[in-house]
């Protein structure tokens, strides 16, 4: 959403449990993440955002809308973003500001990437 798209992008995340190993930590073929990437290094690498932060599954319910969630739940994971975005001049919809009033759980995936393209600029 936000720099340039590669087809093949590599970045490293550290494993905070050896548990994790076993199963790559959760990365799956076909599986659907949001990734929120550091810049990358001179050696050519990145890693999510805050660790489990910064990566988010997406989970799609039976009628397919998307939602979600990161390593913490998205436990406090809007607070002051609203309060920011109106410091910067940043209109958000309504969904957006449903969906950060709440201080954790799933994230509809559609009011998500509207507030990320609202706050880095873009539309979508």
Same mark, same amino acid.
């Given at each position: 959403?936000?720099?340039?798209?590669?087809?093949?992008?590599?970045?490293?995340?550290?494993?905070?449990?050896?548990?994790?190993?076993?199963?790559?930590? &959760?990365?799956?073929?076909?599986?659907?993440?949001?990734?929120?990437? #550091?810049?990358? *290094?001179?050696? $050519?690498? =990145?890693?999510?955002?805050g660790l489990d932060q910064?990566?988010?599954?997406?989970?799609?319910?039976?009628?397919?809308?998307?939602?979600?969630?990161? &390593?913490?739940?998205?436990?406090?994971?809007?607070?002051?973003?609203? #309060?920011?975005? *109106?410091?910067? $001049?940043? =209109?958000?919809?309504?969904?957006?500001?449903?969906?950060?009033?709440?201080?954790?759980?799933?994230?509809?995936?559609?009011?998500?990437e509207e507030t990320i393209?609202?706050?880095?600029?873009?539309?979508q």
């Amino acid at each position: 959403m936000k720099g340039q798209a590669t087809s093949i992008y590599t970045f490293r995340q550290f494993v905070w449990d050896p548990r994790d190993e076993a199963d790559s930590a &959760g990365y799956r073929k076909a599986g659907e993440l949001l990734l929120f990437l #550091n810049p990358v *290094s001179q050696y $050519g690498l =990145t890693s999510p955002v805050g660790l489990d932060q910064g990566r988010f599954r997406v989970i799609r319910d039976t009628k397919g809308r998307g939602f979600a969630v990161n &390593g913490r739940g998205n436990f406090a994971l809007f607070d002051q973003v609203s #309060n920011k975005a *109106s410091t910067r $001049g940043i =209109t958000l919809s309504r969904q957006a500001q449903t969906m950060m009033a709440k201080s954790g759980g799933l994230a509809s995936l559609d009011s998500l990437e509207e507030t990320i393209a609202a706050l880095v600029g873009k539309t979508q």
